[in-house]
């Protein structure tokens, strides 16, 4: 007779302090863009040398100065270097901060994402500053953009976001970055940026920036 051998789950009281710890790393890297024109959305430091990255649409229309409130209640300016409105997503540069200074966020891979997998969100809903939100990769989808060659990939999620969630980051349950979130679809599921498709437009900013 065939004998089955049965994983152990992972007991609730083991799982839930790993994930409250590589949560918290990551809402350490995610700040609130407030915008004067547009109002309160989230961001995600991306890159060591003060770059926060965010949606297009958090700070369009903005001419002036950007402020970036951190987690820890520090407060910088920030203007935009590079926004693409076809893929929302914008570049910040954070005035006034030395190398380190901002705490760089985990990047996860989005190529390998499996329906199911666990994710959150983190942003600001209605101001309220750090919300974390969790639900599951419902799907993936891809929309023909101009100047893309192929089809640019996206993530769908059941993942709550509300005004205020808008640049923040998709995380998944290792801590991750795996996507930037951007809108809401159909009225209940998430749209995000997958990772990749994120690195891939910032190195091409890397060459002409």
Do not use: K
Not at 12 to 26: A, C, F, G, K
Not at 149 to 167: C, F, K, M, T
């Amino acid at each position: 007779m065939t004998t089955l051998e049965i994983e152990t789950p992972v007991a609730e009281d083991e799982l839930q302090p790993s994930i409250d710890t590589l949560l918290q790393r990551v809402r350490a890297s995610v700040v609130q863009v407030r915008n004067r024109a547009r109002g309160v959305g989230a961001g995600v430091v991306w890159q060591i040398n003060g770059a926060v990255l965010t949606n297009h649409h958090v700070v369009a229309g903005e001419r002036g100065p950007i402020e970036i409130l951190l987690t820890d209640g520090r407060s910088y300016e920030a203007h935009v270097v590079a926004s693409n409105a076809d893929l929302d997503l914008a570049l910040l540069e954070v005035q006034q901060v030395g190398p380190g200074a901002l705490p760089l966020v985990a990047v996860g891979d989005s190529t390998s994402l499996r329906v199911g997998e666990l994710v959150f969100a983190i942003g600001h809903p209605w101001g309220q500053r750090d919300v974390v939100t969790a639900g599951i990769i419902s799907g993936t989808g891809r929309v023909n953009i101009p100047g893309y060659a192929e089809p640019v990939p996206y993530v769908l999620s059941d993942v709550l976001l509300r005004p205020g969630n808008s640049g923040g980051p998709l995380v998944n349950a290792n801590g991750g970055v795996i996507g930037i979130n951007a809108m809401i679809r159909g009225g209940d599921l998430s749209v995000a940026i997958p990772s990749h498709m994120v690195i891939r437009w910032i190195t091409a900013l890397e060459r002409i920036l």
